[in-house]
């Protein structure tokens, strides 16, 4: 029979929990003294002249040593890692995992610009952006000290830590940057019009096959988003012409976001077992099917006569 530790460990999706895995055992390396930092930094010229390739992904797995700085980097990729890729990306583990690399990547291609040769808090700080953007509606719980959406926790974090260090945060604006636009194209892009329905971030087929994620459903779960957009976008227009009164009495009892947390730097997350919220098509579908249950078409023809 599994232990309480084992079977929350492995109920972590699988790259969360790799990356997790391999964040503490680099750090277990680092504090036995099997390593030091200058084997594991990132540098263009060490990494690819000289051969010394492990650069380009233990830079991403340093957090420090054991420090509170670390427990909180590691916080953020348990929770927020984790309500990404159960909840935005549920049944699409390549996706997330394709979206990881090519964030790496990214980062990897400013780092020599910002100079910075650790990128693991970096790498942290855009999963955490994203994780506002898509989940927007909820509401944090500061260190106790006052409540923040979510869609604006980053910048808070980023304002504290400018506070903390007393230095100009170029590198978790540039994190935030990096975070951004993945989320535009992983997100708002292919529910644009001017998009075709395509997804530039879709992984490839060999990945999906390695983590066993079915192409055929993949595709379809996009449609779905695009056609749920569309309906929610009709009805939110045939809605204009409701009583407001009458809409903004359904919309306090249909809505049910703004929970607030009380942890600190926590909210109340979605994962695979949570249900319809984790998936932006059957986000979108249950809300165009509120508004159609709000008020019936014939009740407001007979209101307006």
């Known amino acids: 029979m599994p232990t309480p530790i084992e079977e929350w460990y492995f109920q972590i999706p699988t790259c969360t929990r790799i990356y997790m895995t391999a964040t503490v055992v680099l750090t277990l390396a680092l504090q036995l003294e099997w390593t030091t930092p200058f084997q594991v930094f990132y540098n263009y010229d060490y990494a690819f002249s000289r051969g010394q390739y492990w650069r380009v992904f233990t830079t991403f797995l340093y957090m420090g040593k054991f420090s509170l700085e670390w427990l909180l980097n590691m916080y953020f990729i348990i929770q927020y890692c984790r309500d990404l890729e159960e909840g935005s990306f549920l049944n699409r583990p390549a996706d997330f995992a394709w979206l990881l690399i090519l964030m790496c990547i990214a980062l990897l291609v400013v780092a020599p610009y910002l100079g910075f040769i650790y990128l693991g808090s970096l790498l942290v700080s855009s999963m955490t952006y994203m994780w506002s953007r898509f989940y927007s509606y909820l509401f944090i719980n500061f260190m106790g000290l ?141 809300n165009s099917e509120a508004v159609q249950r709000r008020v019936p078409r014939s009740d407001l023809d007979a209101d307006l006569d």
């Open 146 to 286: 006052f409540t923040v959406s979510a869609a604006y926790f980053p910048w808070v974090m980023l304002a504290f830590s400018s506070v903390v260090e007393s230095r100009w945060p170029k590198g978790e604006l540039a994190a935030i940057g990096v975070g951004h636009v993945f989320w535009f194209l992983s997100e708002e892009w292919p529910r644009r019009v001017e998009s075709g329905g395509s997804r530039p971030l879709r992984a490839p087929k060999v990945l999906c096959k390695l983590l066993h994620q079915d192409l055929d459903e993949d595709a379809d779960n996009v449609d779905n988003a695009g056609a749920g957009d569309q309906q929610h976008t009709d009805d939110h227009d045939a809605g204009m012409e409701y009583d407001a009164g009458r809409a903004d009495a359904a919309a306090s009892t249909d809505s049910g976001v703004g929970e607030e947390s009380s942890a600190p730097f926590t909210a109340p997350t979605t994962h695979a077992s949570s249900g319809s919220s984790s998936s932006t098509a059957t986000r979108y579908s249950e």
